[in-house]
C-alpha cells in the first residue's frame, strides 16, 4: 500500500523546479529610462514697467459746415482734404435776392433819414412860436410827434438794414474754425436750405488730438497713487507722461500726457474715460483710430521670467507650472503672475532664483516623476524692456 502526502511532495517539488526553469529562460522587463523635458532656471533681470491703455483717437474740434440761409451752391472755394482757417470762405450762395433786401432796406433807411430831416426842421421853427404863442401848442406837439416818428422810422429800417445784411453775408459759408476740411457734401449746383438734414462739409481740427481710453475704478485710483509717489513721470497737475503705439505695431514719436480729470464713473462697467493729448502737427494721427497709451511705471530690478508656455490653470483657472527638484521630481508650483514681457509673464509669487521650470515635455509628465531635465535656452530681457 502506498503512502499519498509524500507522493504529492515529490510533485510539488518538481512543479517548483519547472516554474524557476521558467523563469530562467524569461527574462524580466527593462525600467524605462526618466522622461526627458527642457527646463529653464530662474534668474533675475531688471524690466521697465509700464501700463498698456488701449483707446481711440478723437478730434479736439469737429464743425459742421452748415447754411445759414436758402439758395443756390454757386461756387466751392476750398479743395477737399486741405487745411483751411476760421472765417476762410468755402462756399458762394446765390447773393442776389439777398443782396436785393439789403438794397431796399438801405432805400427805406435813407426815407426814413429825409423825412427825420423835415420833421426836425418843422420842430426847430415851431420850438420859438410855441413860446412866443405864434402858433399853437397843438401845432407844437403835432411836430414833436412827427419828429420821433422819423427816429423810430430811421430805427426800424436800421433794424431791417441789419437783418438783410446778416442775411447777405450769410450767402459768404466761412469755416467756423482752423482745421483740415473732408469732401464736399454738396456740389455748385445744388439747393441748400437753412433746415436741411445734411451738412455741406466737415471741418476738423487734428492739432491736437486726443486719445480716449477706457480704466476701470480701481486702476485710476492705483494711476493717481503712483503719480503722487512719482513713479509716473509728470507732465502737469494731475497728469502723466505717455507715449503712444499705432495699430500696425510703430510708436508715435511724441509723448502726450494723461489727464486723470474725469469724474464720472459708468455704472454699469465700473470704468471711467480718461483722455490723453497728444501733439499732432503732422497730421499723422486721425479721429477713429485704434491705439495703444502707454505709461512707464518704473524698472523692477528683480523680476523672475517664465515663458508663457510653462504656465498652464487649474480647473479653477489658477495659475501653476511644473518644477524639478534637487532629486530630479517634479512637482507643481503655485504661482501669481503680473504683467507680460514679449512671450513671457513676470511671476511675482510663488517661485525664487536659481528654482529649474519645465517648459517643454509637460504633456508626457506627472506630479512625483523622475525626469532627466536639459537646460533649454532663455533670450534675456535687457535693461529697458518693456512689461505691459
Same mark, same amino acid.
Given at each position: 500500500?502506498?503512502?499519498?502526502?509524500?507522493?504529492?511532495?515529490?510533485?510539488?517539488?518538481?512543479?517548483?523546479?519547472?516554474?524557476?526553469?521558467?523563469?530562467?529562460?524569461?527574462?524580466?522587463?527593462?525600467?524605462?529610462?526618466?522622461?526627458?523635458?527642457?527646463?529653464?532656471?530662474?534668474?533675475?533681470?531688471?524690466?521697465?514697467?509700464?501700463?498698456?491703455?488701449?483707446?481711440?483717437?478723437?478730434?479736439?474740434?469737429?464743425?459742421?459746415?452748415?447754411?445759414?440761409?436758402?439758395?443756390?451752391?454757386?461756387?466751392?472755394?476750398?479743395?477737399?482734404?486741405?487745411?483751411?482757417?476760421?472765417?476762410?470762405?468755402?462756399?458762394?450762395?446765390?447773393?442776389?435776392?439777398?443782396?436785393?433786401?439789403?438794397?431796399?432796406?438801405?432805400?427805406?433807411?435813407?426815407?426814413?433819414?429825409?423825412?427825420?430831416?423835415?420833421?426836425?426842421?418843422?420842430?426847430?421853427?415851431?420850438?420859438?412860436?410855441?413860446?412866443?404863442?405864434?402858433?399853437?401848442?397843438?401845432?407844437?406837439?403835432?411836430?414833436?410827434?412827427?419828429?420821433?416818428?422819423?427816429?423810430?422810422?430811421?430805427?426800424?429800417?436800421?433794424?431791417?438794414?441789419?437783418?438783410?445784411? !446778416? /442775411? =447777405?453775408?450769410? &450767402? +459768404?459759408? %466761412?469755416?467756423?474754425?482752423?482745421?483740415?476740411?473732408?469732401?464736399? $457734401?454738396?456740389?455748385? @449746383?445744388?439747393?441748400?436750405?437753412?433746415?436741411?438734414?445734411?451738412?455741406?462739409?466737415?471741418?476738423?481740427?487734428?492739432?491736437?488730438?486726443?486719445?480716449? !481710453? /477706457? =480704466?476701470?475704478? &480701481? +486702476?485710476? %485710483?492705483?494711476?493717481?497713487?503712483?503719480?503722487?509717489?512719482?513713479? $509716473?513721470?509728470?507732465? @502737469?497737475?494731475?497728469?502723466?507722461?505717455?507715449?503712444?503705439?499705432?495699430?500696425?505695431?510703430?510708436?508715435?514719436?511724441?509723448?502726450?500726457?494723461?489727464?486723470?480729470?474725469?469724474?464720472?464713473?459708468?455704472?454699469?462697467?465700473?470704468?471711467?474715460?480718461?483722455?490723453?493729448?497728444?501733439?499732432?502737427?503732422?497730421?499723422?494721427?486721425?479721429?477713429?483710430?485704434?491705439?495703444?497709451?502707454?505709461?512707464?511705471?518704473?524698472?523692477?530690478?528683480?523680476?523672475?521670467?517664465?515663458?508663457?508656455?510653462?504656465?498652464?490653470?487649474?480647473?479653477?483657472?489658477?495659475?501653476?507650472?511644473?518644477?524639478?527638484?534637487?532629486?530630479?521630481?517634479?512637482?507643481?508650483?503655485?504661482?501669481?503672475?503680473?504683467?507680460?514681457?514679449?512671450?513671457?509673464?513676470?511671476?511675482?509669487?510663488?517661485?525664487?532664483?536659481?528654482?529649474?521650470?519645465?517648459?517643454?515635455?509637460?504633456?508626457?509628465?506627472?506630479?512625483?516623476?523622475?525626469?532627466?531635465?536639459?537646460?533649454?535656452?532663455?533670450?534675456?530681457?535687457?535693461?529697458?524692456?518693456?512689461?505691459?
Amino acid at each position: 500500500m502506498t503512502h499519498p502526502r509524500p507522493f504529492r511532495a515529490v510533485l510539488l517539488a518538481a512543479g517548483a523546479s519547472l516554474a524557476l526553469a521558467g523563469c530562467d529562460r524569461k527574462a524580466a522587463p527593462p525600467v524605462p529610462p526618466p522622461q526627458a523635458v527642457g527646463v529653464i532656471t530662474l534668474r533675475a533681470s531688471p524690466v521697465e514697467l509700464t501700463t498698456d491703455l488701449p483707446g481711440r483717437t478723437e478730434a479736439v474740434e469737429i464743425a459742421q459746415v452748415r447754411p445759414q440761409v436758402n439758395g443756390v451752391i454757386q461756387k466751392r472755394l476750398f479743395v477737399e482734404g486741405s487745411d483751411v482757417t476760421a472765417g476762410q470762405q468755402l462756399y458762394q450762395i446765390d447773393p442776389s435776392a439777398y443782396q436785393a433786401t439789403y438794397d431796399s432796406a438801405h432805400a427805406q433807411l435813407l426815407r426814413a433819414q429825409a423825412a427825420r430831416v423835415t420833421a426836425q426842421a418843422r420842430l426847430d421853427r415851431y420850438g420859438p412860436l410855441a413860446r412866443a404863442h405864434a402858433v399853437s401848442r397843438q401845432d407844437y406837439d403835432d411836430a414833436l410827434a412827427t419828429a420821433r416818428e422819423a427816429d423810430a422810422d430811421i430805427a426800424l429800417a436800421r433794424a431791417t438794414m441789419s437783418g438783410a445784411a !446778416v /442775411n =447777405l453775408a450769410y &450767402t +459768404r459759408v %466761412l469755416s467756423p474754425i482752423s482745421g483740415r476740411i473732408g469732401r464736399s $457734401l454738396m456740389t455748385v @449746383g445744388a439747393l441748400a436750405t437753412v433746415n436741411q438734414t445734411s451738412n455741406l462739409s466737415v471741418v476738423t481740427r487734428l492739432d491736437p488730438i486726443y486719445v480716449d !481710453v /477706457n =480704466l476701470p475704478a &480701481t +486702476r485710476l %485710483l492705483e494711476l493717481r497713487r503712483e503719480l503722487k509717489q512719482g513713479r $509716473l513721470s509728470r507732465a @502737469g497737475d494731475d497728469a502723466a507722461t505717455v507715449s503712444l503705439t499705432l495699430e500696425d505695431g510703430s510708436s508715435y514719436e511724441t509723448q502726450g500726457r494723461l489727464e486723470f480729470s474725469e469724474v464720472n464713473v459708468d455704472e454699469t462697467t465700473a470704468t471711467v474715460v480718461v483722455r490723453a493729448v497728444f501733439p499732432n502737427p503732422e497730421h499723422l494721427l486721425l479721429p477713429g483710430m485704434y491705439v495703444h497709451a502707454e505709461l512707464q511705471e518704473g524698472v523692477d530690478p528683480t523680476a523672475l521670467r517664465v515663458p508663457q508656455v510653462a504656465v498652464t490653470r487649474t480647473p479653477h483657472g489658477d495659475p501653476i507650472v511644473m518644477v524639478v527638484g534637487a532629486d530630479k521630481k517634479v512637482s507643481i508650483r503655485p504661482v501669481t503672475t503680473g504683467p507680460a514681457v514679449g512671450t513671457d509673464w513676470i511671476v511675482t509669487a510663488g517661485l525664487k532664483p536659481g528654482e529649474q521650470v519645465v517648459v517643454s515635455g509637460l504633456q508626457k509628465i506627472h506630479p512625483g516623476d523622475t525626469v532627466n531635465p536639459s537646460e533649454v535656452a532663455q533670450t534675456d530681457a535687457p535693461q529697458g524692456q518693456k512689461a505691459g
